[in-house]
């Protein structure tokens, strides 16, 4: 008799939805919106949920962030980025200015402002970086970077494409768009080249200033390391005048006189005298670690020179004691990249070499753990707390360490376990079919050196012919550490 809120609200409470909404506009626009958003939700928790089903009525009334959050937690990331692509582009705008009028057709679309678009297109992002993660997580490097170059974030795209070893693919993005980090990539690449032997490519690349190269001394390096690697006869003072550098005598012979003590080891290396050039980068970091407290610029450079040497050629006592300061600060460096299942590796392997070769080395080894721990936390919090407390409660170790682990040991019992998880520190390499078997022998399972587990995906196979890990594994070994896990000394550079 006249009252329509009342028979809508009935007839929805029968279950003919339909009907109410045919009604409810005679109410008020506003209590058929609430109707339909209603009958929506309503669809969505019946026996027979359908995303589709609700996707014309979020629609009606202009809620299709709505239904693009819905699509995006189950995972139907394309349905998603269709929705909030048409939203950004203001597609239902004209849904929000219906009026009670005389006039027929559309109405006009109502304008947006500045805080709706930005939303709009924030979520534009946030569809497509959740869609980069996704195909980066399961090695499928290109789609992410695809994805984030879809909604002109060229900067997330070449982190995706490093995440997967796509070296060739990240350069030439950087360079076509003259993007951030083009720098680090284009000497990931150059390694790349130096491991397939093409040093003339590999040149080209780090004397380009176009492509982030140029400097003096990254040419200089990559000369010691072609000095080094090369196999039989090598003119040296020839290559050295073809590529603009001084004669090795005269390196030599002006190498004492270099106040710096990394320009000193670099004209040691560039004499041919690789010895006494490592002999003053060791020196130079057990001064740097020896202090009171130090950062990753007082020892990238010393860490780069010795990089560039043959560790296998040099003597026994200075090979151990490089290996174990290049694979500490190896450690530290994949703490840092977030590179968490090479961390312990690394760490443990710093630890061995100075054990067993009796090595004076300016960091205890409590120390070692304690830095170790302290970041392992974040991954495997069980282990984490049961070596904090193991060196909170060990005579030997320093007093210092001591209350230091103590503190760090409260500090993980008062913090809620929810936050605290792998996804705070991890930046792991996923290549390409990491998430496919391995391949190797069910009846021989192949077990990675560096995790002690059966290898996933990609088999990288070491030196020694025996020892294996994952590829992206490997990956991310030689991006913080040059020479091979098995200790021997050898260039360590995956393909």
């Given at each position: 008799?006249?009252?329509?809120?009342?028979?809508?609200?009935?007839?929805?409470?029968?279950?003919?939805?339909?009907?109410?909404?045919?009604?409810?506009?005679?109410?008020?626009?506003?209590?058929?919106?609430?109707?339909?958003?209603?009958?929506?939700?309503d669809?969505?928790?019946?026996?027979?949920?359908n995303l589709?089903?609700?996707?014309?009525?979020?629609?009606?009334?202009?809620?299709?962030?709505?239904?693009?959050?819905?699509?995006?937690?189950?995972?139907?990331?394309?349905?998603?980025?269709?929705?909030?692509?048409?939203?950004?582009?203001?597609?239902?705008?004209?849904?929000?200015?219906?009026?009670l009028?005389?006039?027929?057709?559309?109405?006009?679309?109502?304008?947006?402002?500045a805080?709706?678009?930005?939303?709009?297109?924030?979520?534009?992002?946030?569809?497509?970086?959740?869609?980069?993660?996704?195909h980066?997580?399961?090695?499928?490097a290109?789609?992410?970077?695809?994805?984030?170059?879809?909604?002109?974030?060229?900067?997330?795209?070449?982190?995706?494409?490093?995440k997967?070893?796509?070296?060739?693919?990240?350069?030439?993005?950087?360079w076509?768009?003259?993007?951030?980090?083009?720098?680090?990539?284009?000497?990931?690449?150059?390694?790349?080249?130096?491991?397939?032997?093409?040093?003339?490519?590999a040149?080209?690349?780090?004397?380009?200033?176009?492509?982030?190269?140029?400097?003096?001394?990254?040419?200089?390096?990559?000369?010691?390391?072609?000095?080094?690697?090369?196999?039989?006869?090598?003119?040296?003072?020839?290559?050295?005048?073809?590529?603009?550098?001084?004669?090795?005598?005269?390196?030599?012979?002006?190498?004492?006189?270099?106040?710096?003590?990394?320009?000193?080891?670099?004209?040691?290396?560039?004499?041919?005298?690789?010895?006494?050039?490592?002999?003053?980068?060791?020196?130079?970091?057990?001064?740097?670690?020896?202090?009171?407290?130090?950062?990753?610029?007082?020892?990238e450079?010393?860490?780069?020179?010795?990089s560039?040497v043959?560790?296998?050629l040099?003597?026994?006592?200075?090979r151990?004691?490089?290996?174990?300061?290049?694979?500490?600060?190896?450690?530290?460096m994949?703490?840092?990249?977030?590179y968490?299942?090479?961390?312990?590796?690394?760490?443990?392997?710093?630890?061995?070499?100075?054990?067993?070769?009796?090595?004076?080395?300016p960091?205890?080894?409590?120390l070692?753990?304690?830095?170790?721990?302290?970041?392992?936390?974040?991954?495997d919090r069980?282990?984490?707390?049961?070596?904090?407390?193991?060196?909170?409660?060990?005579?030997?170790?320093?007093?210092?360490?001591?209350?230091?682990?103590?503190?760090?040991?409260?500090?993980?019992?008062?913090?809620?376990?929810?936050?605290?998880?792998?996804?705070?520190?991890?930046?792991l390499?996923?290549?390409?079919?990491?998430?496919?078997?391995?391949?190797?022998?069910?009846?021989?399972?192949?077990?990675?050196?560096?995790?002690?587990?059966?290898?996933?995906?990609?088999?990288?196979?070491?030196?020694?012919?025996k020892s294996?890990?994952?590829?992206?594994?490997?990956?991310?070994?030689?991006?913080?550490?040059a020479?091979?896990?098995?200790?021997?000394?050898?260039?360590?550079?995956?393909?």
């Amino acid at each position: 008799l006249g009252n329509l809120q009342r028979y809508c609200e009935i007839t929805r409470d029968l279950g003919d939805w339909e009907k109410a909404i045919a009604m409810a506009p005679a109410v008020s626009l506003e209590f058929w919106g609430d109707l339909v958003k209603a009958y929506a939700q309503d669809k969505l928790t019946s026996n027979q949920a359908n995303l589709s089903d609700a996707l014309p009525w979020y629609i009606a009334i202009n809620k299709p962030e709505i239904l693009t959050n819905l699509y995006v937690n189950s995972e139907q990331y394309n349905d998603a980025f269709i929705l909030a692509q048409i939203n950004s582009m203001g597609g239902y705008n004209h849904l929000t200015s219906a009026s009670l009028g005389d006039g027929g057709g559309a109405p006009p679309a109502k304008p947006r402002n500045a805080k709706e678009q930005r939303e709009s297109a924030q979520q534009v992002q946030h569809i497509r970086s959740v869609m980069g993660n996704s195909h980066s997580a399961t090695g499928e490097a290109v789609m992410a970077a695809c994805c984030h170059l879809s909604a002109d974030d060229s900067h997330l795209a070449i982190f995706k494409l490093m995440k997967g070893n796509e070296l060739e693919l990240a350069a030439a993005i950087c360079w076509a768009l003259e993007a951030r980090g083009t720098v680090g990539v284009s000497t990931q690449l150059a390694r790349m080249c130096e491991a397939e032997e093409d040093w003339e490519l590999a040149m080209q690349i780090i004397a380009d200033p176009s492509k982030g190269g140029g400097a003096t001394w990254d040419q200089q390096l990559a000369a010691v390391r072609y000095v080094g690697r090369s196999s039989g006869d090598l003119d040296i003072p020839g290559y050295y005048s073809s590529i603009g550098l001084n004669s090795p005598e005269r390196y030599l012979q002006e190498a004492s006189a270099q106040t710096d003590e990394n320009s000193k080891a670099m004209f040691y290396m560039l004499g041919c005298a690789p010895d006494k050039g490592v002999e003053v980068c060791l020196q130079h970091l057990n001064q740097v670690l020896s202090g009171p407290s130090w950062c990753a610029e007082d020892v990238e450079s010393t860490v780069k020179l010795l990089s560039s040497v043959q560790a296998h050629l040099l003597p026994k006592q200075s090979r151990f004691l490089m290996l174990a300061y290049l694979s500490y600060l190896g450690g530290l460096m994949a703490i840092w990249e977030g590179y968490s299942t090479v961390v312990s590796f690394l760490m443990e392997q710093a630890r061995q070499l100075v054990r067993q070769n009796s090595l004076e080395f300016p960091v205890t080894l409590s120390l070692i753990s304690l830095q170790e721990l302290s970041y392992k936390m974040f991954s495997d919090r069980a282990e984490a707390m049961r070596g904090l407390q193991q060196i909170s409660t060990t005579e030997w170790v320093p007093a210092a360490l001591q209350a230091t682990a103590a503190a760090l040991l409260a500090f993980a019992n008062h913090v809620p376990t929810d936050i605290i998880s792998p996804s705070v520190s991890e930046n792991l390499v996923v290549p390409t079919a990491a998430s496919m078997p391995s391949g190797s022998n069910h009846r021989a399972v192949t077990n990675s050196l560096i995790t002690l587990k059966p290898i996933q995906g990609p088999v990288f196979i070491l030196d020694d012919g025996k020892s294996a890990m994952s590829l992206g594994d490997a990956v991310m070994v030689s991006r913080v550490f040059a020479f091979s896990p098995t200790g021997s000394g050898k260039v360590f550079q995956p393909r």
